[in-house]
């Protein structure tokens, strides 16, 4: 029998069914806890039951973003369980709830030790912060920043410029004038998106050929939203986070508080439009994983401002990494060799008898090999998964054995002497660009600057 079930507890919501994880029967809790069915019947059920209840209020979701307070289900599954072994045991009627009760408490402390420091900006990241302020007040003046336009438009339109055209609405505009969607932003939303344009050619291209409107408008085709309208949201996002704007328009605080942000957002003078571009990027590959539409856009932006949110309050030195996207520099170049192959995804060979091959695209770019997880070559570098960087050294080793290409002595995370072994077409091209890019000795293996061979 079992003590509940989903329908009759009234907190369990479609979205919160899976947190559901106390149905079970007295029988089995009641050999867990080395004691009779009728003896911990009562105990059990009233232990139980309310443990269910507290399990599905925590797990409910309100909206995308906004999650209920307090502990997680699996915490008061296992302290459910513990309780429940704790009142059917004779000899130890305690230990199994002060056990877990003791280990939950030092887990939490030990997150809030580790966690980063909270601190003030600095002198050098006070600056930046004013001069990203001193643009969000600007509003846009036809003499001053008509400039900015025309690059605007070169960056990203083909044609004679034009100050009023329906060809701004292919960058995302929403009418004939840019300007009317800067009100949120003023100069600070159109600088970041003529920075993005310039500095990442290739990845703003792919992003923008793909929300290209095709045929007639239609709100619930998947597929569109307004890129240029996204990145001033995006714009917006990243000033309340520097303290310098307040929700939804909202005035900013009087004082920016203490934080451990700062390293990421402003901590050059590069690194608000770096965040800019990766949380655009990111905002545009979860729209294309969930086959969004323009109505159902808003969903998917609040769901990676939370993850970008939670990410820098872990402390992670920059955006990019968190969000498992390529370095934003290989938005300016084309690689020097690039395709899909599949790869093996362990290095063991105990592992590699009967692991299956993954469909990855594989990056080469001096000396760092990147793979990616993407369905689209064309996008894989601008918002595909970035599952790996492996970088050449002088003591690589590049062979071709039948229908596979082996790489060996590889750099990752770290590590040395790992092995690389892929299959799929073009290996003699792959194998001649790889031995093209083994360094000649080891001082020549520094030379690449734009990747962090710490991504995960």
């Known amino acids: 029998m079992l003590l509940?079930?989903?329908?009759?507890?009234?907190?369990?919501?479609?979205?919160?069914?899976?947190?559901?994880?106390?149905?079970?029967?007295?029988?089995?809790?009641?050999?867990?806890?080395?004691?009779?069915?009728?003896?911990?019947?009562?105990?059990?059920?009233l232990c139980t039951s309310a443990i269910h209840k507290l399990t599905c209020q925590a797990s409910v979701t309100i909206g995308s973003s906004k999650k209920a307070a307090g502990p997680p289900a699996w915490w008061w599954s296992g302290l459910a369980l513990s309780a429940a072994v704790a009142y059917g045991s004779e000899k130890f009627a305690r230990t199994p709830l002060l056990l877990y009760i003791g280990a939950?408490?030092?887990?939490?402390?030990?997150?809030?030790?580790?966690?980063?420091?909270?601190?003030?900006?600095?002198?050098?990241?006070?600056?930046?912060?004013?001069?990203?302020?001193?643009?969000?007040?600007?509003?846009?003046?036809?003499?001053?920043?008509?400039?900015?336009?025309?690059?605007?438009?070169?960056?990203?339109?083909?044609?004679?410029?034009?100050?009023?055209?329906?060809?701004?609405?292919?960058?995302?505009f929403q009418g004939a004038d840019p300007t009317t969607d800067l009100r949120a932003c003023k100069l600070l939303g159109l600088k970041t998106l003529v920075t993005f344009l310039e500095t990442s050619p290739r990845h703003a291209e792919a992003i923008l050929e793909s929300r290209r409107i095709t045929g007639d408008f239609d709100p619930r085709k998947p597929g569109f939203y307004p890129v240029a309208c996204a990145g001033i949201e995006v714009t917006a996002f990243l000033c309340e986070l520097c303290g310098l704007r307040g929700p939804n328009g909202a005035p900013p605080p009087a004082e920016l508080p203490p934080s451990n942000r700062w390293a990421a957002l402003v901590g050059t003078r590069t690194s608000f439009d770096e965040c800019f571009a990766a949380v655009l990027r990111a905002l545009d590959r979860r729209f294309d994983d969930e086959r969004g539409d323009y109505m159902g856009f808003a969903s998917v932006r609040d769901a990676v401002f939370a993850d970008v949110?939670?990410?820098?309050?872990?402390?992670?030195?920059?955006?990019?990494?968190?969000?498992?996207?390529?370095?934003?520099?290989?938005?300016?170049?084309?690689?020097?060799?690039?395709?899909?192959?599949?790869?093996?995804?362990?290095s063991s060979r105990a592992k590699r008898l009967v692991a299956a091959w993954q469909r990855r695209y594989f990056v080469l770019r001096g000396t760092v090999i990147g793979v990616l997880k993407s369905e689209s070559a064309t996008r894989a570098e601008a918002c595909g998964e970035l599952r790996s960087l492996y970088r050449l050294t002088a003591a690589s080793v590049v062979s071709v054995r039948r229908d596979r290409l082996v790489v060996e002595n590889l750099e990752r995370d770290g590590r040395s002497k790992l092995k690389l072994v892929v299959r799929g077409d073009d290996l003699e091209k792959w194998a001649a660009a790889l031995e093209r890019a083994v360094p000649q000795n080891f001082s020549d293996s520094g030379d690449e600057a734009v990747v962090d061979l710490d991504t995960s």
């Open 309 to 346: 949110r939670e990410a820098l309050d872990r402390g992670e030195s920059t955006v990019e990494r968190s969000l498992k996207l390529a370095p934003g520099a290989w938005g300016a170049t084309k690689p020097d060799f690039a395709g899909f192959l599949d790869k093996l995804p362990a």
């Open 4 to 45: 509940s079930t989903r329908n009759e507890c009234g907190f369990c919501t479609p979205r919160a069914k899976k947190s559901c994880s106390l149905l079970v029967s007295y029988k089995t809790l009641a050999r867990a806890a080395g004691a009779s069915l009728a003896k911990t019947q009562q105990g059990l059920a």
């Open 104 to 172: 939950s408490v030092a887990v939490v402390a030990s997150r809030r030790l580790m966690a980063p420091n909270k601190r003030p900006p600095t002198a050098a990241e006070t600056q930046t912060l004013d001069a990203i302020r001193a643009d969000l007040k600007t509003p846009f003046d036809e003499a001053t920043h008509g400039d900015l336009l025309k690059r605007l438009w070169k960056a990203g339109l083909d044609g004679p410029f034009e100050r009023r055209s329906q060809k701004w609405q292919l960058l995302g």
